[in-house]
């Protein structure tokens, strides 16, 4: 190694790491400020806590209904995941594999309502669901979910649909096998990768989802986990509860964290699929 | 078997297409007729007004700061934002020269990087604002008390408080949580270009800020493109960071008011979902503008390897 690769990698390094804390730092305070006393985070707001406040944790959990947020998107995350895979790829399969008329029109239907603002759609959805009593419904925000998933779900698919090999699924059918039957045995086990990275981005786009539920879902007893926080820090903060409200911040960030750092690869392979078309 | 096949094809196609129209399609269509009346949204009766909605647009100042305000982030987020993931993927893929006898090669631990980087990335908008809402705090917020341990209690602020600062306090939180994913983007792109071109160029006596801009950015230059238009996106959606950051609505002095937010305000606080369907409309139309100029900006010659 020369003297100017030396040179470089220290310079290199030196960057990499100050970005590096740009981006730790943030949640090391907070994860520190969770577990002090409300004393402590004002008078060190950067010192070590003097020790391990849990009950800080165990507060936010029940007393801050984060458990219950918790439970609440666990059930409109899964439910919701559930449909729009499945309806996405059946779409997907559909105008990947069939010609019927109105075929590019049904597609392009789909991809375009990738690209408009959710916000425009979403005075006129608070009406629509208003009128059909979804309002403040699991059910209804589930609904909500699955239909604003379908367009990148059914892009990403539809692609890689058209990458399997034909011949297995023409095989199945000249074996007696009926059209749904060779869509459920043969077709989606065999797109089981792009299965999992647009799952991946589907999970985690639908867990970290706001603004939907926060004009749809006002509720207080059916808040998800990101609204239910936010809604806990406005009224908490007059209260001066700060030890918990970072409780429940960072009980809220782990979970993804910790599925992130397991699942690294599949996760950043699975959000750029979504960028590099 | 014709028979069969389409009956199969609405069967499948049926319940994504009624879900699809219902929920995405109709409450489109349905915000372009409404910006044409004079609907409050809270009672079902209306008149159609023409371009009444969009005359009182046109004249109304804090509809203009926010696409003010929507203008800039709309060019310095995706700016810095995509500078930074280009700059720190360059140094992942390219900045360690020299080892392992490669002319060029990634730093060392460039997968540990990435892991951390890309953090931000899975959490929730909403739970990164607030995260920073926290850290600005002038009382006990991280930056503040930062500031005065080491001894800069000058530069100490009243960040989302002070009008002229709330905006870039923002910017920043946008530009943090976002860079991660085009580091990972980008040096995706960057490890599928082949090798011989760097050591080609290194030969021919290139340095390290010639090779990235003459062999690494045109090559990246489609991936550049489609991140542009994501982050543009965005960056004129920002709904999250200004309604749970700044104080409302709009922060202080309205210098955090964006379209987004104020389709909200307008619609939920002021009953008035007529002119709030109406900026909607006009944002869109903004989308569609910056969609046009980015794809037009970037039309040039593909370069294929």
């Not at chain 2, 096949?5 to 196609?13: D, N, W």
């Not at chain 2, 976002?178 to 071109?197: C, H, T």
Request: net charge positive; charged share 10%.
């Amino acid at each position: 190694m020369g003297s100017e690769g030396k040179i470089l990698n220290v310079f290199s390094h030196g960057i990499l790491v100050v970005w590096g804390l740009l981006v730790t730092l943030p949640l090391l305070w907070a994860v520190m400020s969770s577990l002090k006393t409300d004393k402590q985070i004002f008078t060190s707001p950067w010192g070590l806590p003097s020790a391990l406040h849990f009950d800080n944790w165990s507060r936010a959990w029940s007393k801050s209904n984060i458990g219950d947020f918790f439970l609440n998107t666990i059930l409109v995350v899964g439910c919701s995941l559930i449909g729009t895979m499945l309806l996405g790829s059946m779409a997907a399969y559909i105008l990947a594999r069939f010609e019927f008329p109105g075929k590019r029109f049904i597609y392009f239907m789909f991809v375009g309502g990738m690209s408009f603002p959710i916000i425009l759609a979403l005075v006129p959805l608070f009406f629509v669901m208003k009128n059909m009593s979804l309002l403040n419904t699991f059910h209804g925000l589930i609904l909500v979910y699955i239909a604003y998933s379908l367009p990148f779900t059914v892009f990403f698919l539809t692609s890689f649909f058209k990458t399997l090999p034909s011949s297995v699924a023409e095989a199945a059918l000249i074996d007696g096998a009926s059209h749904t039957r060779t869509f459920f045995q043969v077709m989606l086990p065999m797109a089981k990768p792009g299965l999992i990275s647009v799952g991946i981005f589907n999970f985690l786009g639908q867990w970290n989802q706001y603004m939907l539920p926060t004009v749809l879902n006002t509720d207080e007893d059916k808040r998800v986990l990101t609204q239910g926080l936010v809604q806990l820090a406005a009224s908490q903060q007059y209260k001066g509860d700060w030890s918990a409200l970072f409780a429940g911040l960072v009980l809220a960030m782990l979970p993804v964290l910790g599925v992130y750092i397991l699942f690294q690869r599949q996760v950043q392979a699975g959000l750029t699929a979504g960028a590099l078309k | 078997m014709q028979h069969g096949k389409y009956r199969f094809i609405a069967g499948f196609l049926a319940l994504p297409v009624i879900l699809y129209a219902v929920f995405v399609i109709s409450p489109f269509v349905q915000a372009v007729y409404y910006s044409f009346t004079d609907w409050t949204g809270l009672s079902s009766d209306f008149k159609m007004v023409g371009f009444k909605n969009y005359d009182w647009l046109l004249h109304d100042d804090l509809f203009w700061k926010a696409v003010g305000h929507n203008v800039v982030l709309l060019l310095v987020v995706p700016l810095v934002t995509l500078g930074l993931g280009l700059f720190f993927a360059f140094m992942l893929n390219v900045g360690g020269r020299g080892r392992k006898n490669a002319a060029v090669s990634g730093v060392r631990g460039s997968g540990l990087y990435k892991v951390i980087y890309f953090f931000p990335q899975v959490l929730s908008i909403a739970i990164v604002a607030l995260l920073f809402q926290f850290t600005y705090n002038p009382r006990n917020g991280a930056i503040n008390s930062f500031l005065d341990g080491v001894g800069l209690d000058s530069l100490q602020q009243q960040w989302l408080a002070d009008p002229k600062l709330a905006l870039w306090c923002l910017m920043a939180v946008m530009v943090w949580s976002n860079v991660g994913f085009y580091v990972v983007l980008f040096s995706a792109g960057m490890s599928s270009i082949p090798r011989d071109f760097y050591e080609a160029a290194l030969l021919d006596g290139a340095n390290r800020i010639k090779t990235f801009f003459k062999i690494t950015l045109p090559l990246l230059w489609d991936t550049v493109q489609t991140g542009w238009i994501y982050m543009g996106i965005i960056a004129l959606d920002a709904f999250a960071v200004v309604q749970i950051m700044t104080v409302g609505p709009g922060g202080p002095a309205d210098s955090t008011q964006v379209m987004g937010y104020y389709v909200y305000t307008k619609t939920f606080h002021d009953g008035q979902a007529g002119r709030a369907t109406t900026i909607g409309v006009a944002m869109l139309i903004v989308t569609l503008i910056f969609a046009v100029i980015v794809t037009r900006l970037g039309r040039r010659e593909r370069l294929e390897y």
